[in-house]
């Protein structure tokens, strides 16, 4: 019975996380963490190690799905990459000395206040839009924003996947679907770093729910990203302000009864 509660957990765990990641970009900390956390009972630092090894094959199926589908930014987000894959070695060093609670309220609080955002603000900005920011500006904010960024990812994981998508929308200026794209290629670097750390300061987790929220968490981003790619602006955002709201709000009851 224990396994099988174990597959359970991890199986609706990797689906969040899934469809979190397909749909905006968000790193599957915000779902996976919380999750192995109050119902297995893991460590916070190994729940997150478990949620950002997760999201590096799930963040690359859909970043592959939104480039096939020319919503991919790989220019200018690789200097975004570059400066948050640094900052991401930072974060993860210091997540190791925070206390369980401050990590996981952090990722639901930005989760479900992301979700909210799109509901009642949607983006709507083109990719005409997009590129008429001038080349100096958007490496000076992509810099600054990477630090941020980087730091966030490596501390808590989902705080970076959705800081990121909040900074690509609204300060860079991309229209949605190319905004999501360019956070999911640019989680895989820091996810692959932020595991690689953790594991290495805190060791390996247990296996088997290692293995079992990135299978289920690869299968749910990927029909998740070929959803988004063939939905319009509007129906992309409500859909996504829809699941993130759900997963903030059913994570931020869970925290609350347990």
Not at 40 to 50: N, Q, S, T, W
Not at 92 to 116: E, Q, R, Y
Not at 230 to 239: E, G, P, V
């Amino acid at each position: 019975m224990e396994i099988l509660y174990k597959i359970v957990i991890c199986f609706i765990a990797g689906m969040g996380a899934g469809l979190g990641t397909g749909f905006a970009g968000m790193s599957a900390a915000a779902v996976i963490s919380p999750m192995l956390i109050t119902f297995l009972g893991m460590p916070a630092y190994d729940a997150v190690g478990i949620a950002l090894a997760s999201d590096v094959l799930a963040s690359a199926v859909s970043a592959y799905t939104y480039g096939k589908n020319k919503n991919l930014d790989i220019k200018n987000g690789l200097v975004m990459m570059i400066t948050v894959l640094i900052f991401t070695f930072v974060g993860s060093f210091v997540a190791s000395k925070v206390p369980n609670s401050t990590m996981g309220s952090f990722s639901t609080c930005m989760t479900l206040l992301v979700g909210i955002k799109f509901i009642v603000k949607p983006v709507m900005t083109t990719k005409e839009k997009m590129a008429s920011v001038s080349l100096k500006k958007r490496f000076v904010q992509s810099v600054l924003s990477g630090m941020i960024v980087g730091f966030i990812c490596g501390f808590i994981g989902a705080g970076g996947g959705m800081m990121m998508l909040l900074i690509l929308t609204s300060v860079l200026g991309y229209e949605l679907k190319t905004a999501v794209g360019t956070s999911v290629f640019i989680m895989t670097f820091t996810a692959l770093t932020g595991a690689g750390s953790h594991f290495m300061i805190g060791g390996m987790p247990e296996m088997l729910p290692l293995i079992l929220c990135i299978l289920s968490t690869l299968l749910w981003a990927r029909i998740a990203a070929k959803f988004a790619n063939k939905a319009s602006a509007a129906t992309l955002n409500r859909s996504t302000g829809i699941v993130l709201t759900i997963l903030g709000g059913a994570i931020f009851l869970v925290n609350i009864v347990s």
